[in-house]
């Protein structure tokens, strides 16, 4: 499965960005996961593939919210009241696995190339 992010850029303390993530393939649990410098890849957010069910790593809730558009073959990650720490590289990626809470890197087995969200303090 193809994954192509877009929309990642600077924005200060508090401010809001939204991710994109096109896909080739509908028929997959989607993620977005990220990875800051000097730090382990880690989850952030998953979706079903109807979009009905949603989970998020306990450290976005709140602020974080994916969503998807199968008309579109896209899905979205809205990131608001950023703080530094969510300073990392952003992936899209694709599982067969379903969990109802949170998910493991090794569960997702396809990858976007990833885009850079810098937030300034």
């Known amino acids: 499965v193809r994954l192509v992010e877009s929309g990642g850029g600077l924005v200060q303390a508090g401010g809001s960005l939204n991710l994109s993530c096109t896909t080739s393939?509908?028929?997959?649990?989607m993620g977005w996961l990220r990875q800051a410098p000097g730090k382990e890849r880690e989850f952030v957010a998953a979706?079903?593939?109807?979009?009905?069910?949603?989970s998020y790593a306990d450290s976005v809730k709140g602020r974080f919210t994916i969503s998807r558009d199968n008309a579109k073959n896209t899905v979205y990650l809205q990131m608001m009241s950023l703080k530094p720490e969510d300073t990392a590289v952003y992936y899209c990626?694709?599982?067969?696995?379903?969990?109802?809470?949170?998910?493991?890197?090794?569960?997702?087995?396809?990858w976007g190339q990833g885009t850079q969200v810098t937030v300034s303090s």
């Open positions: 979706i079903t593939q109807t979009g009905r069910s949603q």
């Open positions: 393939e509908l028929s997959y649990v």
């Open positions: 990626a694709a599982t067969f696995t379903y969990r109802s809470g949170s998910y493991s890197v090794g569960d997702f087995g396809s």
